[in-house]
């Protein structure tokens, strides 16, 4: 299948930063979404981007569509310890009566206090 | 409350011993998949389902089978399981959209 290429893999934080990760594809996706696991939990969807460029917020969370359809990017902003956990890109890869959801490996999060 | 139920939440078996992972979806959602997730490895896909009587390979089928007789249920069956099933499972559905999944709580499963 398709794979996705997430950066960094893991990162540590002192909590109040900013946090940037990303997401980079060799096909083109029309559809970007970033899910978060919390430990111990299934992965839970935070933001779903439709359109190259668009750039869509949720809470101090921000994330972009790239231009070229192939990357997208997190943004997380003032970071606290509640934002433990591993980061997912996923997108869309559809054909001839056939649908498949490919994930990323992730990045996991770690904030120190 | 809206929520994708797996059992058991924990499994420990061995070698050969068949055994069967449920999952159920009260949100009526057409669209089923399961993953795996091992460290390193992100999610894999195993199998999905479209709706009712409708199943498809993901990237990792081998070893396990899945059935789709009710909207709700999709239950994976592992009929002789292996220790390099070992891993953390997770079933997700969602709408006709499907990008929108909604995760179960997960299944870790220790085969010996």
């Known amino acids: 299948g398709q794979q996705l290429n997430q950066n960094p893999q893991s990162m540590f934080i002192q909590e109040g930063e900013d946090v940037s990760m990303n997401c980079t594809s060799s096909?083109?996706?029309?559809?970007w979404l970033w899910y978060k696991q919390d430990p111990g939990e299934g992965p839970v969807l935070l933001i779903a981007?439709?359109?190259?460029?668009e750039l869509t917020s949720n809470g101090r969370l921000t994330a972009q569509f790239g231009i070229t359809r192939k990357d997208s990017f997190l943004n997380i902003s003032a970071s606290i310890p509640s934002d433990v956990g591993i980061y997912f890109c996923?997108?869309?890869?559809?054909?001839?009566?056939?649908?498949?959801?490919?994930f990323g490996k992730g990045t996991k999060l770690s904030v120190i206090p | 409350e809206a929520q994708v139920t797996q059992n058991p939440r924990y499994l420990i078996t061995v070698t050969g011993k068949k055994l069967t992972v449920t999952c159920s979806q009260n949100?009526?959602?057409?669209?089923m998949s399961w993953y795996r997730q091992d460290p390193g490895l992100g999610l894999r896909q195993i199998y999905y389902?479209?709706?009712?009587?409708?199943?498809d390979k993901g990237d990792v089928p081998e070893g396990y089978k899945v059935s789709r007789k009710e909207k709700r249920n999709f239950p994976l069956i592992l009929e002789s399981p292996s220790p390099n099933q070992t891993s953390l499972y997770f079933c997700?559905?969602?709408?006709?959209?499907?990008?929108?999944?909604?995760f179960g709580s997960g299944t870790q499963l220790s085969v010996l």
């Open positions: 996923a997108g869309p890869v559809s054909g001839a009566g056939s649908y498949q959801l490919t």
């Open positions: 389902s479209m709706n009712v009587e409708v199943t």
């Open positions: 949100m009526n959602h057409e669209y």
């Open positions: 096909s083109i996706f029309n559809t």
């Open positions: 997700a559905s969602s709408f006709i959209d499907r990008d929108k999944l909604f």
């Open positions: 981007l439709y359109k190259a460029g």
